[in-house]
């Protein structure tokens, strides 16, 4: 037997033990492993109950994801559960850490579940662009009811082991050794003669709803309306409604093949990609193991705005004590005010209990005066984005903080290398780039000065982690990776309005691309008048985003910008005073409208951006293609399915993009739309950015 699953003796119980570093991954070994070991303990006539358990950090924590751009092996994870499933003496999945996807899969088919206190369970495939495909949609909701099991594989989010056992998923929480627990349940099982009936034969929570099939469409509806573009939900609910009028066995036929047609899909790939990509993020070329992250016991924000607030609840939400500073008593007030605001409405939606929202507000102290940064370990300064404030704080923070504190920066785009040598340390500047609204977006970049110590960059990625962040080193350069990449697509969308497009040409195009929304209601949700100002200090111009807010429309909050907006809505809707606007203004300047379709909208769009990626690659401002295409999922909205940015590209074929670019370039007169070199090169070479990254490694 592969050294993967070992099976030992505990007088009549026999155990299994999964150990395949570092999640134990369902890989081909593991599976034969399974098949090889229950069978001999279903044989073996002096075995009267197996445990299967696992070694190191996790239970099974799912399918091995690597496998799935190879040709599936036996035996397959179906075959390894309709095993487990058939088996007439108990069997008993004592499972810690996080038995995820086929993890789970595998318990299901057991008699029992038990798990360690902390233990979370889910059905995640969904988050891969898959759906479970060993049985998942036809035995959960036979265990937990059709709600709570649509629930978990559509949103793919995991649940604590006390909700588990609420639901009836698991049978006990133990704290201890799974095996010692798991085989004690065992003897308790035995000895209470307690009657085994697989979860496939289970049928009480199904039935009601078969009598009622209308109630399944109510269950799965509001699902559906989420799942925009994608492919995997709608298989899934397919799936789930087998419950109701397919045999199980045959259903779970119909599940693999669902499963393995997304498997092999261009939404899954890219899913996939960014699974990697993120984990890949995480990792810094260079940077020595013997690197340690300073211990974070304490920080304090400066600057109680619309990001400092929400930082703050960062650090809050991750149980690290935070001083919130201000330079007056209101502006503190209000911040703080308004944090409170935010985690009570958060109480109130049911997303946190009331004591969850005393301990975090707890955890946080208001303060005017930067006197009290003084004991942080690490200072996020959130003040507005103009060079000589940030100066003055950071000087300060120099002055009071002590030798081995880190000095982070949110500026979005100050050079944070001027702002480091504005301190007598370069050394332990970093830039911490969170998105608005902070608490929620995942997004940290991390910007890398040129003298941050490798110590105080690997303490912010450790940072960033720890509050839930996904954190992606960058370069410092104006508006780092995502705003950078930003720009080069705002100046096309306000061009293409000057070339014929409206608004909602423009937005729509993006929204059928796949973003939850246009730069224009974008621009309208964040408020023109930031841009604007930013422009103007800039002595930069938009045309038509200028004469909107010259008229007082700033967006949402004046219920009037790109489109009109009604009281108390935020639905866009056209507006024919910014049409006319735009025609005129087109004609002022002598360009002659022509339609544009929507295929050229989103090329004029995401080209320029991936030519400026390629840029950004080149300078080395990003350590990796796949870096740029997090950003961009976890930042901007660019759909996950689509795999980012450059994973997008190379699906395009990058010669089309290059020749595109050559043709928009001609078009606009715009010299940035003139191909990267290291575009130009691959397009050449037949290479693609994907492939950048596997020759590095
Ligand atoms: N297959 C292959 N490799 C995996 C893996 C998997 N299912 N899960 C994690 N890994 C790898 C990661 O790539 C990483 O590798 P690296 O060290 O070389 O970068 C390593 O394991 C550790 O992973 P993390 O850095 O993510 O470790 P964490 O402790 O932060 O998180 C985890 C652990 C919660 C298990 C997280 O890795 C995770 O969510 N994994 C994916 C779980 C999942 O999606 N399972 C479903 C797979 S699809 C399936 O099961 C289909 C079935 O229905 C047939
Ligand atoms: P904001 O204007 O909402 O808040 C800034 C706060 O800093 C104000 O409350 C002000 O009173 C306070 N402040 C000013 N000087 C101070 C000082 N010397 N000491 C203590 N507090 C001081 O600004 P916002 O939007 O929160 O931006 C803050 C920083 O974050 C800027 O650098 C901005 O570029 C950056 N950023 C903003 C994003 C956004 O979407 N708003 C996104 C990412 C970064």
Redesign the pocket.
């Known amino acids: 037997m592969p050294g993967v699953v070992a099976l030992r003796r505990d007088g009549e119980v026999a155990v299994i033990t999964v150990d395949n570093p ?2 134990n ?2 890989s081909q070994a593991v599976r034969t492993g399974l098949v090889d070991a229950f069978s001999q303990a279903r044989d073996d006539k002096t075995v009267k109950a197996i445990v299967l358990t696992a070694a190191g ?2 239970f099974i ?6 496998e799935f751009d190879k040709a599936p092996t036996s035996p397959t ?1 179906v075959d390894v559960i309709a095993l487990i499933d058939a088996i007439e003496k108990p069997t008993i999945a004592a499972v810690h ?2 038995p ?4 789970l ?1 595998v318990t299901l088919g057991c008699h029992f579940r038990i798990a360690a206190a902390g233990t979370r369970l889910g ?3 969904i ?2 662009g ?5 049985g ?1 949609t036809q035995r959960l909701p036979r265990l937990v009811g059709m709600e709570k099991g649509a629930a978990m594989i559509l949103s793919g989010d995991p649940i604590p082991a006390s909700e588990a056992l609420a639901l009836g998923l698991i049978d006990e929480i133990f704290e201890g050794d799974p095996a010692a627990v798991g085989i004690a349940f065992a003897r308790k099982v035995l000895a209470e003669k307690r009657a085994i009936l697989p979860v496939s034969r289970r049928d009480d929570k199904i039935a009601p709803l078969r009598a009622d099939p209308v109630k399944f469409d109510a269950i799965v509806a509001a699902h559906a309306k989420r799942a925009r573009g994608l492919h995997a939900p709608t298989a899934a609910i397919e799936a789930l409604r087998m419950n109701l009028d397919v045999p199980i066995a045959q259903a779970i036929e119909r599940e693999r093949a669902k ?1 393995m047609e997304l498997r092999g899909g261009e939404q899954s790939k890219a899913q996939r990609h960014i ?2 990509a993120e ?2 993020a ?2 810094i070329p260079g940077l020595s193991k013997d690197v340690k992250p300073r211990e974070i016991r304490r920080a304090a924000v400066i600057g109680a705005g619309t990001m400092g607030g929400g930082i703050a609840m960062c650090f809050a939400n991750a149980g690290i004590p935070v001083t919130v500073i201000e330079t007056k008593d209101e502006a503190l007030k209000r911040g703080l005010g308004l944090v409170e605001k935010n985690y009570r409405a958060s109480a109130a939606r049911g997303a946190m209990a009331n004591e969850d929202v005393d301990r975090r507000l707890g955890l946080m102290t208001g303060a005017v005066g930067l006197d009290a940064a003084k004991d942080a370990d690490i200072v996020v300064e959130a003040v507005f984005e103009e060079m000589d404030i940030k100066r003055d704080v950071f000087g300060k923070l120099d002055a009071l903080t002590g030798p081995d504190t880190v000095l982070a920066t949110n500026t979005s785009y100050l050079d944070v290398n001027a702002i480091a040598h504005t301190t007598t340390r370069p050394s332990s500047v970093v830039g911490m780039h969170f998105f608005s609204p902070a608490n929620v977006m995942k997004l940290l970049e991390i910007v890398r000065g040129a003298d941050t110590a490798p110590e105080v960059l690997a303490t912010a990625m450790a940072v960033g982690r720890k509050i839930g962040k996904v954190p992606v080193v960058v370069g410092v350069c104006h508006g780092f990776v995502g705003n950078r990449m930003l720009r080069a697509r705002s100046i096309e969308a306000e061009r293409l309005l000057l070339e014929g497009a409206l608004p909602q040409d423009v937005d729509g195009a993006l929204t059928e691309f796949g973003f939850p929304m246009g730069p224009f209601a974008m621009s309208d949700l964040a408020g023109l008048d930031v841009s604007w100002r930013m422009r103007k200090a800039q002595g930069a111009r938009a045309e038509i985003a200028d004469q909107l807010c010259e008229m007082g429309r700033f967006g949402q909050k004046t219920s009037k910008g790109f489109y009109l907006y009604e009281a108390g809505s935020r639905a866009p809707r056209p507006d024919p005073e910014v049409e006319a606007l735009i025609v005129a203004t087109s004609q002022r300047l002598g360009i002659t409208r022509t339609p544009l379709d929507r295929k050229t909208i989103t090329e004029r769009l995401i080209f320029p951006m991936i030519n400026e990626g390629a840029r950004i690659l080149e300078e080395g401002i990003a350590q990796r293609p796949g870096d740029i295409d997090v950003i961009w999922v976890y930042g901007y909205g660019f759909p996950i399915w689509r795999g980012g940015p450059m994973f997008y590209a190379d699906s395009v074929g990058l010669p089309y993009i290059r020749d595109r670019l050559i043709a928009f370039a001609k078009l606009t007169g715009d010299k940035r739309h003139e191909p990267a070199a290291l575009l130009s090169r691959l397009a050449k070479e037949g290479g693609t950015f994907g492939g950048l990254t596997a020759k590095a490694a």
């Open positions: 570092p999640v991954a369902l950090r996790t924590a799912g399918a091995d994801i690597t994870l850490g996080t995820l996807g086929g993890g899969e059905l995640p495939e988050k891969l898959l759906i479970p495909g060993a998942g499963f699974f990697f984990r890949e995480a990792k």
